[in-house]
């Protein structure tokens, strides 16, 4: 009968980490990291969106971000070029 191979066999090493750069990082977070190191204004320059530019707030920004996927995938693209540098 062969065995099973068990995790200490396997050939990852970390099966239960994502490879994901955004795993468990909220949206709220980002938006949080993003305006307190530039600002509405520059995020409006790097992302044009109304929600940065006209009255902003984190929560305004939120409701937008959730419904909109293109909008979300640029300010998380965004998010990931600031965390690099």
Request: hydrophobic share 30%; aromatic share 8%; charged share 30%.
């Amino acid at each position: 009968m062969a065995e099973k191979p068990n995790e200490s066999t396997t050939n990852d090493p970390s099966p239960n980490k994502s490879n994901d750069p955004l795993h468990g990082v909220k949206l709220a977070d980002i938006l949080e990291t993003l305006v307190e190191k530039y600002g509405w204004e520059k995020m409006a320059k790097q992302v044009n969106i109304n929600c940065f530019k006209n009255e902003p707030s984190i929560k305004s920004s939120l409701t937008f971000l959730r419904k909109t996927p293109w909008a979300r995938e640029q300010v998380e693209k965004f998010y990931l070029n600031v965390i690099k540098k």
